[in-house]
């Protein structure tokens, strides 16, 4: 009614409305698929720079962690029978006594010597098991291996523990000077 007191054609009307609609979705749809193919420009071009500044990064935290850790135990291991402990003090009297009563139970024995802060010494092992670890993502290769004393000082070891060929089954000697 309005168009026909304009004096304009209602299908005319019609006509550009529906034009301006046309219109609004094909930019609406150009916009979207231009938007999709400037990012994926944007992201390829810059891509390779990020790859390669990604793996020097990689690289400096790889290259500052320690080659491997490393482990050595004796031969033997808690099921086989320990050849001596030792402490870094004397035995008491009681503790002497103490340690006499058990004789040749060598896991009672290493109970006793543990608890007062000893540890177990494999005199007769001649095997030691050694343990290489890496955290490192690449391969660590070890091509050459010897033994050698890196550090010499004196023994802190002041009491020996030994199952002994006597009667009375233990040997235990005062080593060292001090307490």
């Given at each position: 009614m309005l168009e026909q007191l304009s004096g304009q054609d209602p299908a005319?009307?019609?006509?550009?409305?529906?034009?301006?609609?046309?219109v609004t979705c094909v930019v609406a749809l150009v916009s979207i698929?231009?938007?999709?193919?400037?990012?994926?420009?944007l992201e390829n071009r810059h891509s390779q720079g990020d790859a390669k500044r990604d793996d020097h990064n990689a690289d400096?935290?790889?290259?500052?962690?320690?080659?491997?850790d490393w482990k050595v135990?004796?031969?033997?291991?808690?099921?086989?029978?320990?050849?001596?402990?030792?402490?870094?003090?004397?035995?008491?009297?009681?503790?002497?006594?103490?340690?006499?009563?058990?004789?040749?139970?060598?896991?009672?024995?290493?109970a006793f010597v543990k608890k007062r802060g000893g540890w177990r010494?494999?005199?007769?092992?001649?095997?030691?098991?050694?343990?290489?670890?890496?955290?490192?993502?690449?391969?660590?290769?070890?091509?050459?291996?010897?033994a050698r004393a890196v550090n010499c000082r004196p023994s802190?070891?002041?009491t020996s523990i030994r199952p002994g060929r006597s009667p009375r089954g233990l040997s235990v000697r005062r080593l060292g000077a001090g307490p």
């Amino acid at each position: 009614m309005l168009e026909q007191l304009s004096g304009q054609d209602p299908a005319r009307g019609r006509k550009r409305a529906f034009r301006a609609i046309a219109v609004t979705c094909v930019v609406a749809l150009v916009s979207i698929v231009g938007g999709f193919e400037v990012s994926h420009w944007l992201e390829n071009r810059h891509s390779q720079g990020d790859a390669k500044r990604d793996d020097h990064n990689a690289d400096v935290i790889e290259d500052a962690k320690k080659p491997f850790d490393w482990k050595v135990n004796p031969g033997l291991s808690d099921e086989e029978p320990w050849t001596s402990w030792v402490l870094d003090r004397r035995l008491t009297p009681e503790e002497q006594a103490e340690l006499k009563g058990l004789r040749d139970d060598r896991k009672a024995i290493w109970a006793f010597v543990k608890k007062r802060g000893g540890w177990r010494v494999a005199m007769e092992s001649d095997s030691y098991k050694l343990q290489l670890t890496s955290e490192k993502q690449k391969a660590v290769v070890v091509t050459q291996l010897a033994a050698r004393a890196v550090n010499c000082r004196p023994s802190p070891v002041k009491t020996s523990i030994r199952p002994g060929r006597s009667p009375r089954g233990l040997s235990v000697r005062r080593l060292g000077a001090g307490p």
